[in-house]
C-alpha cells in the first residue's frame, strides 16, 4: 500500500529536550516536505526536499533542521523545543507532475511541548 | 496574512442540502487544488485543475477554477455525512511553490 509513515503520532515532551519525528514514504517520490498545522493558519510549511542530499528553508524553518540522506526518509529535528512548537506536523511527499505537486500526507504527529 | 483566503471558514448544513466553499486570492495560480482531511488524519487530495474557467465533478462534488486562474470554488450537492471534513485550498503559484488556505470545516449532521 503507497503511503507516508511517521512516527510518533503523539509526543508530549518538554522545553529543551531534543526529539525527532520520522518520515518515511514507500512511492519513490523525489519530493518531501514538512508542513505544520495551527488553527487558523492552515498548513505552512516548514522544509522542503527536491531529492537526496537537496533541502531548503520553506516559510518557518527556525527552531527546525531536516536531513536526507535516503530517497525514502526526511526526518524533521527539534533541537531545543519551545512551547511555541506545539502543533500538528504533517509530512508530505509527490512526483513532480506537469508544473503541479500532488501531495500525499502522513497521518499527522502531534507535538506538545511543556 | 494568508495569500489564499477561504470562506467561510466553518459551515453546518443537514444532509441532503447543498453547500459551496470558496477560495479566492490576488495572486494568479498556474494550478489549483483541493483537499479534504478528516479528523486524525492528514490532507487527502480531491482534484487539481489548471486551466482558467475549467470545471471538473467528482461525483456530487463540482470544482470550478476562475477564469483568471485566482478563485476556485468547492460546490457539494446533497451534502452526506460522510462529507464532513476540513477542506483545504492549494495553489501552485509561477515559482511553483504551493501554498494553502487556512480551511473551511464542514460539518453535515444526519
Known sequence: EAQVTQNPRYLITVTGKKLTVTCSQNMNHEYMS???QDPGLGLRQIYYSMNVEVTDKGD???GYKVSRKEKRNFPLILESPSPNQTSLYFCASSFWTGGTRELFFGEGSRLTVL | TQLLE?????????EGENLTVYCNSSSVFSSLQ???QEPGEGPVLLVTVVTGGEVKKLKRLTFQFGDARKDSSLHITAAQPGDTGLYLCAGTDSWGKLQFGAGTQVVVTP
Not at chain 2, 6 to 14: A, E, G, N, R
Open chain 2, 34 to 36: 483541493w483537499y479534504r
Open chain 1, 60 to 62: 518557518v524553518p527556525e
Open chain 2, 6 to 14: 477561504q470562506s467561510p471558514q466553518f459551515l453546518s448544513i443537514q
Open chain 1, 34 to 36: 514538512w508542513y505544520r
